[in-house]
């Protein structure tokens, strides 16, 4: 049976985690952090249940029976003024959106890459790099990670999408030693995850959940876990048909708001893997590209 693509829990209320991440959020932060003189007659790290109320707009005793998990559900608006009131990241703020049983709020997918950013990415031709978002459609690579994929890994149209080419028949796979596919598996299931939660109804994770379910009993047996993470950092080897096993470490950096990634491959210390990248990078691409 076909996984449903992107289950998930709004209009249930979660009053146990909901008291429990209000509470762990409010001792997070200090009086500093909104702008309040420190003072050394507290108590208790964190800020006082009344500070919280106020910043967000609400009453102190509405606050004080949600983190005691009682009382009248809170709404739409509510939740947001308390994401906005505890400084929540955008992953915190959809988190909490499901634990009070609302509708998570939509974020767009990142379809462009900022000035910013694709000026970082250029300047990085050292290190193979690529940029992509989060459903796994990738935007940029340097001419150094072609390289390194020995295959022209990222063509235009659907081969694009980092997930396809996994989880799909392919040469995709045949870079990685066996013994590291499996783990890769989990974490790109995981990472798919997460994004599904961010945004769920979204017609385009859900097709792409759908297709991948479809293709790949793998897939599907992972996504039957339901294992959540974003990955920020992974080790990785690379099998090269030219210059052999590469062992690297690999890097992610998250835009939060639009889901962009940039994944960046150092070279794993205490191997050869730099004197490897660099021949790479010195004989270019057209060779390995022939080959």
């Known amino acids: 049976m076909r996984p449903h693509p992107c289950a998930h829990t709004d209009d249930v209320i979660d009053r146990p985690g909901l008291a429990e991440f209000l509470r762990r959020r409010r001792a997070a932060l200090t009086p500093s952090d909104i702008g309040l003189p420190e003072t050394s007659r507290r108590r208790t790290p964190g800020l006082r249940r009344e500070e919280v109320a106020v910043l967000a707009g609400i009453s102190s005793d509405f606050y004080a029976r949600l983190e005691q998990a009682r009382g009248s559900d809170p709404s739409e608006s509510v939740v947001t003024a308390l994401a906005r009131a505890l400084r929540c990241t955008p992953d915190e703020k959809d988190h909490l959106f499901r634990l009070a049983g609302v509708p998570t709020p939509p974020r767009q997918v990142g379809d462009h890459i900022d000035p910013g950013l694709r000026q970082l990415a250029a300047h990085l031709d050292a290190l193979p790099t690529c940029v992509y978002n989060d459903l796994g459609d990738v935007l940029y690579t340097n001419p150094l990670n072609d390289a390194l994929a020995g295959d022209g890994e990222f063509r235009p149209g659907r081969d694009r999408n980092i997930y396809r080419r996994w989880f799909t028949p392919g040469a995709a796979r045949d870079h990685v030693p066996e013994a590291d596919r499996a783990r890769l598996s989990a974490a790109h299931v995981s990472d798919l995850r997460a994004t ?20 790949s009993e793998e897939f599907r047996t992972l996504w039957n876990r339901h294992e959540v993470a974003v990955r920020h950092a992974d080790l990785k080897a690379v099998q090269h048909p030219t210059v052999g096993l590469i062992r690297l ?43």
Not at 196 to 215: K, M, N, V
Not at 253 to 265: A, D, F, K, Q
């Open 249 to 291: 470490r690999c890097q992610l950096l998250v835009t939060p708001e639009t889901g962009l990634r940039m994944r960046i491959l150092l070279p794993l210390q205490g191997t050869d893997a730099a004197e490897k990248l660099e021949l790479l990078r010195v004989i270019g691409t057209q060779q390995f590209a022939a080959g």
């Open 196 to 215: 599904c939660s961010r945004r769920a109804g979204d017609p385009r994770i859900t097709q792409l959940i759908s297709d991948l379910s479809t293709h």
